[in-house]
């Protein structure tokens, strides 16, 4: 019987800001995809069993027994982990980490004895193509390379390996103070494979790295060990060429047990456009925030009518869903999903968050083109008559499209989003009076037609008698004020009716798949938790909305990473891992809890980015992203004013090698060290 993968505690993520690793508490990696998120796995025990892929470190005994106990950390601050496995003759340390990425993608191991002598053992099963395609394999030289198709993995090592029932395994003996490491590279079959980092190098170069990142982040609040190690998950799930942040670094994993609600989430969501970008800026990652904001406005170029609901982590627009039916799931739940259908539905929320997004982006940053206005033009433009229509709502039901209440709510926003934007930069152009009609005719909408007397609450959908935690968004978007009874009798309908053990459904689900076209039960959605926190903080129940945020905590796991929900019967993490939304509602819900808001300056700093939109002959987006270096002093792309001329920082590609340089020889700024 193959044996099954581990408990979703029980893995921790590394990454190289392209892609990321899944390493469990039994020093197995069980899932990796190269060169990047979306790429075929060449690890996928995590969905299937052992012939589907892993690369496992750990020590042996005589009579095949693993440790009797093990512990783990990350370096603090850092992405670098460290496992300690005891044994009843010594103590080894396995550190792994994923170098940020210069060249080829990496995964560097290193074995250490600490006290006594212990045997290990190393396997690794490499499968191409999600655990489908054996590789030819061949050594030579302290090189192991094994190859099918495009794609080619070296290891580099000096332990003598040797095959064994299509595994490559080694075994040794080693003593205290003894090391011995293990360098994985992908790289592309009709390529030679690239000579390895040094691997002790490689450890601290890439420590150095996050721990130069985290350190400059600017909270200081409560919380601050969870907020922290959220941000560097959120980073974790970065793809650095584009700055789009995928939501999770995996496919197909549960929302319950055994179910089939198994979804590929190795994509961008609009849906968490502004959360992610408000968390980003209340953590002081500016640049971060702007590269988020970049990708966010090239991935929705184009025909505003045809606008996604998600985009590959480069902006790609075909996500075609289709089924892996060799691997038999995580703990058995199928089907295995690669790609997302829901790419193609019609969901109005997306306007919402697009618009709301770029708001918040130009409440930092000014208006840095005309062009990018011309964008949010179109997109609201086109909602003048889009927001009428049904859809298929914020959580990708493969129902029927209804008039969801979420939905609408968010067309609102991105209407108030438009108005309040030409109200601070007067020398936009756009029709005001107009769209604050539109506005108060989508506002009176949803609520009459929205809001139950019956229940005194607004639910689902026009006409529903069923509750949906995605309301709760409606007093953190100002839709209304949180004092506002309807928006009281709301959250406590929520808090009675979808609270299941302390935590919250997104709605009642039906087991003739009426209400979302699915059969089975899911877990809570940690993300809903959170914004339940926040509307209990608002409407003045702040001991209940911090009792949740806390019991909310206690769900991490030992190394402070959530995945998409919990389920309370099993008592245990469910849904892809690790999860960016929840993580960016730790972030956000912390900070209110705090009394934190998202830092905007002085008045007249603020009064200095609104007033007049910078004249640049621009394209959209300024084609930057987030540094590689944080140690390096901050720019951004703004209007400076003050007296002077305005500077225009602008970002081009080096026409020799791709790299961003830029184009600002006056600039005042102090040179980078």
């Known amino acids: 019987m193959q044996p099954v993968s581990l408990p979703l505690e029980d893995y921790a993520v590394i990454g190289d800001l392209h892609t990321a690793a899944l390493v469990g508490r039994d020093g197995s990696i069980d899932w990796l995809c190269l060169p990047r998120f979306d790429s075929e796995a060449c690890f996928a025990r995590l969905l299937g069993g052992d012939d589907n892929g892993y690369w496992r470190i750990a020590p042996i005994g005589a009579d095949g027994?693993?440790?009797?106990?093990?512990?783990?950390?990350?370096?603090?601050?850092?992405?670098?982990?460290?496992?300690?496995?005891?044994?009843?003759?010594?103590?080894?340390?396995?550190?792994?980490?994923?170098?940020?990425?210069?060249?080829?993608?990496?995964?560097?191991?290193?074995?250490?004895?600490?006290?006594?002598?212990?045997?290990?053992?190393?396997?690794?099963?490499?499968?191409?193509?999600?655990?489908?395609?054996?590789?030819?394999?061949?050594?030579?030289?302290?090189?192991?390379?094994?190859?099918?198709?495009?794609?080619?993995?070296?290891?580099?090592?000096?332990?003598?390996?040797?095959?064994?029932?299509?595994?490559?395994?080694?075994?040794?003996?080693?003593?205290?103070?003894?090391?011995?490491?293990?360098?994985?590279?992908?790289?592309?079959?009709?390529?030679?494979?690239?000579?390895?980092?040094?691997?002790?190098?490689?450890?601290?170069?890439?420590?150095?790295?996050?721990?130069?990142?985290?350190?400059?982040?600017?909270?200081?609040?409560?919380?601050?060990?969870?907020?922290?190690?959220?941000?560097?998950?959120?980073?974790?799930?970065?793809?650095?060429?584009?700055?789009?942040?995928?939501?999770?670094?995996?496919?197909?994993?549960?929302?319950?047990?055994?179910?089939?609600?198994?979804?590929?989430?190795?994509?961008?969501?609009?849906?968490?456009?502004?959360?992610?970008?408000?968390?980003?800026?209340?953590?002081?990652?500016?640049?971060?925030?702007?590269?988020?904001?970049?990708?966010?406005?090239?991935?929705?170029?184009?025909?505003?009518?045809?606008?996604?609901?998600?985009?590959?982590?480069?902006?790609?627009?075909?996500?075609?869903?289709?089924?892996?039916?060799?691997?038999?799931?995580?703990?058995?739940?199928?089907?295995?999903?690669?790609?997302?259908?829901?790419?193609?539905?019609?969901?109005?929320?997306?306007?919402?968050?697009?618009?709301?997004?770029?708001?918040?982006?130009?409440?930092?940053?000014?208006?840095?083109?005309?062009?990018?206005?011309?964008?949010?033009?179109?997109?609201?433009?086109?909602?003048?008559?889009?927001?009428?229509?049904?859809?298929?709502?914020?959580?990708?039901?493969?129902?029927?499209?209804?008039?969801?209440?979420?939905?609408?709510?968010?067309?609102?926003?991105?209407?108030?989003?438009?108005?309040?934007?030409?109200?601070?930069?007067?020398?936009?152009?756009?029709?005001?009076?107009?769209?604050?009609?539109?506005?108060?005719?989508?506002?009176?909408?949803?609520?009459?037609?929205?809001?139950?007397?019956?229940?005194q609450a607004f639910t689902q959908y026009y006409g529903s008698e069923d509750l949906d935690a995605s309301i709760l968004m409606m007093p953190l978007v100002g839709f209304l004020p949180p004092e506002d009874p309807r928006v009281v009798s709301t959250v406590e309908a929520v808090e009675r009716e979808l609270v299941d053990d302390g935590f919250v459904l997104r709605y009642r689900t039906s087991d003739d798949g009426a209400v979302d076209g699915l059969t089975g039960r899911e877990g809570a959605f940690l993300a809903c938790s959170f914004w339940l926190a926040d509307c209990l903080h608002l409407i003045g129940r702040v001991e209940d909305a911090r009792e949740l945020f806390e019991r909310l905590l206690l769900l991490r796991n030992d190394l402070g990473l959530l995945s998409e929900e919990y389920d309370a019967v099993a008592g245990r993490l469910v849904g892809n891992f690790p999860q960016a939304f929840s993580h960016v509602s730790l972030v956000n819900t912390a900070y209110r809890l705090s009394g934190h808001d998202v830092p905007a300056g002085s008045e007249a700093e603020r009064q200095e980015r609104r007033g007049r939109v910078a004249q640049l002959a621009a394209p959209l987006v300024t084609l930057g992203k987030a540094s590689r270096h944080p140690w390096r002093p901050a720019t951004h792309n703004k209007v400076k004013r003050g007296g002077k001329d305005p500077v225009h920082r602008i970002t081009l590609p080096h026409p020799a090698d791709g790299t961003a340089a830029e184009s600002d020889p006056k600039a005042d700024d102090p040179p980078a060290p």
């Open 65 to 455: 027994a693993m440790a009797t106990s093990t512990r783990r950390r990350y370096l603090p601050g850092t992405l670098v982990l460290e496992t300690e496995f005891d044994t009843p003759t010594g103590t080894m340390r396995l550190t792994d980490c994923m170098p940020i990425r210069e060249a080829q993608p990496q995964v560097v191991r290193v074995v250490e004895i600490l006290s006594g002598e212990v045997k290990v053992r190393m396997e690794l099963s490499l499968r191409f193509g999600y655990g489908s395609v054996m590789p030819w394999v061949t050594r030579h030289d302290g090189l192991l390379s094994a190859t099918a198709g495009p794609d080619s993995i070296g290891l580099w090592t000096s332990a003598e390996t040797r095959g064994e029932e299509m595994t490559t395994v080694a075994e040794l003996t080693l003593r205290a103070g003894q090391q011995m490491p293990f360098n994985l590279t992908w790289y592309r079959s009709h390529d030679m494979c690239p000579r390895p980092m040094d691997p002790f190098f490689a450890i601290q170069t890439t420590a150095n790295w996050w721990k130069a990142w985290s350190d400059s982040c600017t909270y200081e609040g409560e919380y601050s060990e969870a907020v922290v190690q959220s941000l560097i998950a959120l980073k974790a799930l970065t793809y650095e060429p584009t700055g789009g942040i995928v939501a999770a670094a995996t496919t197909s994993l549960p929302e319950s047990p055994g179910g089939n609600r198994n979804w590929d989430y190795r994509y961008c969501w609009l849906r968490d456009a502004t959360l992610t970008l408000e968390a980003l800026m209340r953590g002081g990652f500016h640049e971060e925030a702007m590269a988020w904001r970049d990708w966010l406005l090239r991935a929705t170029a184009g025909d505003v009518s045809k606008l996604q609901i998600m985009y590959g982590a480069s902006g790609e627009r075909r996500l075609d869903e289709w089924e892996a039916d060799w691997l038999s799931g995580y703990e058995g739940a199928t089907p295995v999903r690669i790609g997302n259908a829901a790419a193609g539905q019609y969901q109005l929320d997306v306007y919402g968050e697009v618009m709301s997004a770029l708001f918040s982006a130009s409440e930092f940053d000014g208006i840095t083109s005309q062009a990018v206005w011309g964008l949010q033009s179109a997109l609201v433009e086109f909602l003048e008559e889009g927001w009428k229509l049904p859809d298929d709502g914020i959580w990708e039901v493969r129902g029927p499209r209804r008039h969801f209440t979420h939905s609408k709510v968010m067309a609102w926003v991105a209407i108030d989003r438009a108005v309040r934007t030409l109200e601070e930069w007067p020398d936009l152009e756009g029709p005001l009076d107009r769209w604050r009609k539109l506005r108060d005719e989508i506002h009176a909408e949803v609520c009459e037609k929205g809001f139950n007397e019956k229940r």
